[in-house]
């Protein structure tokens, strides 16, 4: 790895901070040569403090430290991106990010999907919302549904239209979701439970 440390008169570049299985970014940092290498050798992530003026390991008196998963190199050789396995939260404030965002997996769009559906539920408007109409309808009506989505989706698996099995796919995946929150948990809870599943 060929960081162009000499770029900054300080002989620093920014080191961002990135969770490796959220993808969320924790904190941003600077290194010089000394703190990179330390970083490679001990498997803990340090920094040059500009405020101590010496090598910092984050963690080293709170042990909340940064466990080096991974380091990449931007195209001009000047930043590093740096994927780490976090123990407690980054921040010296207590939070788990620097920006005091909660460090949780997202879905993207789905986790968007599920936040329309809470609102939904919570502004229930069983005229004009589909999902707050099925709600009020009880837990049973809900679960009934994807009951039947699921049946669609294996009557479509064994046509020969993919786009019929897309359509009910998604139909079913809206469903579950809707059961998720029905039951009160949201698809990280199932998440947890598959990653609890591995070996």
């Not at 968007?112 to 049973?140: C, P, Q």
């Amino acid at each position: 790895m060929n960081i162009d440390f000499n770029k900054n008169k300080d002989g620093l570049v920014p080191a961002i901070i990135q969770d490796a299985i959220t993808k969320n970014v924790l904190m941003l940092g600077y290194m010089n040569q000394e703190a990179f290498n330390k970083t490679k050798e001990t498997g803990l992530v340090t920094f040059f403090s500009r405020t101590k003026q010496r090598l910092w390991t984050k963690g080293e008196e709170s042990g909340n430290v940064l466990n080096l998963i991974d380091m990449k190199l931007d195209c001009d050789n000047d930043t590093l991106l740096i994927s780490v396995n976090p123990k407690g939260p980054t921040c010296h404030k207590g939070s788990d990010t620097c920006w005091n965002l909660e460090n949780k997996e997202s879905f993207g769009f789905i986790s968007k999907l599920e936040n329309t559906i809470t609102s939904r539920i919570e502004n229930a408007d069983t005229k004009k919302s589909y999902v707050a109409s099925l709600f009020a309808k009880g837990i049973n009506k809900v679960a009934q549904k994807v009951g039947e989505e699921a049946v669609e989706v294996v009557i479509e698996a064994k046509d020969n239209n993919d786009d019929l099995f897309l359509e009910e796919s998604a139909d079913l995946l809206f469903h579950y979701l809707m059961l998720l929150q029905a039951k009160g948990f949201k698809l990280n809870d199932v998440v947890d439970v598959l990653k609890s599943r591995q070996k």
